[in-house]
């Protein structure tokens, strides 16, 4: 019943921002959690960040933490991902999904958006 479309990727220098959306369409349930994963060409999808649509229940993967940033508009029914001090081992492609609890794991999550790339030069 949701659809999820990312945008905002692009390419960044080594050091800059980056913000990425995730616009939800169809219902949108407030005790359903957002989260972004990210996978790298011949690496395994991984965590990068979740939160309930209420705000709460936030969680960021090590290797983000102090430079991501996850939050969420419920008035547009968007959840951002602001990137700051990229790293060009933070290039991917970065999907949203929606799941039932803000869980590290992608078997968790019932909806995933297309991904959206973003590329980090060094």
């Known amino acids: 019943q949701v659809q999820l479309v990312e945008s905002g990727g692009g390419l960044v220098q080594a050091g800059g921002s980056l913000r990425l959306s995730c616009a939800a369409s169809?219902?949108?349930?407030?005790?359903?959690?957002m989260a972004w994963f990210r996978q790298a060409p011949g690496k395994e999808r991984e965590f990068v960040a979740a939160?309930?649509?209420?705000?709460?229940?936030?969680v960021y993967a090590d290797s983000v933490k102090g430079r991501f940033t996850l939050s969420r508009d419920n008035a547009r029914n968007t959840v951002y991902l602001q990137m700051n001090t990229l790293k060009p081992e933070d290039t991917a492609v970065y999907y949203c999904a929606s799941g039932s609890s803000p869980s590290r794991w992608k078997v968790d999550y019932d909806y995933w958006g297309q991904g959206t790339q973003v590329t980090v030069s060094s």
């Open positions: 169809g219902r949108t349930f407030r005790w359903y959690a």
């Open positions: 939160i309930f649509w209420s705000g709460g229940g936030i």
